[in-house]
């Protein structure tokens, strides 16, 4: 970018100083980073079923009651791919990852690291991106409270022993590698991912980088 010349004081105009100003591209590194969880997955996909429900209800239709159909539901709340394996949405793991911020300090701010931190997925049959999640997953039934004093019952996935990997880019000049996987450790111990975790007052779907498995670098 150069500056133009302007004219002097009658003894004709003057060139100024021609300066450059150099813009480097943000250096950015990408890894790749094994996951292996320390405490139960529950997993709770909002099926269509419910969406037409909740449609139904914003709209003033009534939707017939239907009998509970548990193996319906259990299926209808998984995250799945177009080859039918399973998956977790990864923005649920960036959220966690940025939310371990509370943890470091007041130099650590959650606004920054949204801006530092890219988690990476592979689409799932309804468009969310996902992490691939490997488990057995069994059927889960809770109790929950609906309503003004309700009660209902549930019927979730639950992986008791599961495993991912995260693909994350994270900018260099303002993180390091080892400080991202610190990140990532933190919110998965504090933070956690589905439902009935730390943040939400359970102690479900947390977890660490997997100590058995490299980290690769892929960029």
Not at 57 to 76: L, V, W
Not at 111 to 138: C, K
Request: proline content about 5%; aromatic content about 8%; some cysteine.
């Amino acid at each position: 970018m150069t500056a133009g010349t302007k004219a002097g004081n009658g003894n004709g105009p003057t060139q100024q100083e021609v300066s450059e100003i150099q813009i480097d591209r943000i250096a950015v590194s990408r890894m790749r980073v094994p996951i292996i969880g320390t405490t139960p997955l529950i997993v709770h996909r909002f099926s269509e079923k419910a969406k037409k429900k909740m449609l139904d209800d914003m709209q003033g239709r009534k939707t017939p009651k239907q009998p509970k159909d548990p193996a319906a539901e259990f299926e209808g709340a998984f995250y799945r791919f177009e080859d039918g394996s399973n998956g977790f949405p990864v923005i649920a793991f960036k959220a966690a990852t940025i939310g371990a911020a509370r943890f470091y300090g007041k130099e650590v701010t959650m606004t920054s690291l949204r801006q530092f931190l890219f988690f990476r997925g592979e689409p799932g049959v309804d468009g969310v991106s996902l992490a691939p999640i490997e488990g057995e997953a069994a059927m889960r039934e809770d109790v929950v409270r609906v309503g003004k004093g309700g009660t209902d019952l549930r019927y979730r996935p639950e992986f008791r022993e599961w495993s991912t990997t995260l693909d994350v880019t994270y900018v260099t000049s303002a993180l390091t590698q080892s400080s991202v996987l610190s990140l990532i450790d933190a919110g998965g111990l504090g933070v956690g991912v589905g439902e009935w975790r730390p943040e939400k007052r359970g102690d479900n779907g947390c977890y660490q980088v997997d100590p058995e498995r490299d980290v690769e670098v892929v960029e």
